[in-house]
């Protein structure tokens, strides 16, 4: 059974830093692309930031890049989104995914294949 974790979510005051993770169990975390998505209230979830399962490439939505930076450590089967310099618009529950066997890396959430049940991230102004 596929199960992912979120943890290191919290309360935060603006330009401060949190870092996500996502522990990963019942797979095979090393062929798995993983990604990160959040989800604020009355908003539909969207892409944050995505990782190879090969940790060879990265990439991040417009609203976070040079701020968030996702990460693997594929002998702990985690992955971690550091995230620096919060905004009020970063409150969201964040969300681990993942993509199964040496998936090309993608922001669309219906190619994923395993979700996590989330993390609250709020920052106050």
């Known amino acids: 059974q596929v199960q992912l974790v979120e943890s290191g979510g919290g309360l935060v005051q603006a330009g401060g830093s949190l870092r996500l993770s996502c522990a990963a169990s019942?797979?095979?975390?090393?062929?798995?692309?993983m990604g990160w998505f959040r989800q604020a209230p009355g908003e539909e979830r969207v892409f944050v930031a995505t990782?190879?399962?090969?940790?060879?490439?990265?990439y991040y939505a417009d609203s976070v890049k040079g701020r968030f930076t996702i990460s693997r450590d594929n002998a702990k089967s985690t992955v971690y989104l550091q995230m620096t310099s919060l905004k009020p618009e970063d409150t969201a529950v964040y969300y681990c995914a993942a993509k199964k066997y040496y998936a090309s890396v993608t922001s669309d959430s219906y190619e994923y294949d395993y979700w996590g049940q989330g993390t609250q991230v709020t920052v106050s102004s």
């Open positions: 990782i190879r399962w090969s940790n060879s490439y990265s």
């Open positions: 019942g797979l095979t975390f090393s062929t798995y692309t």
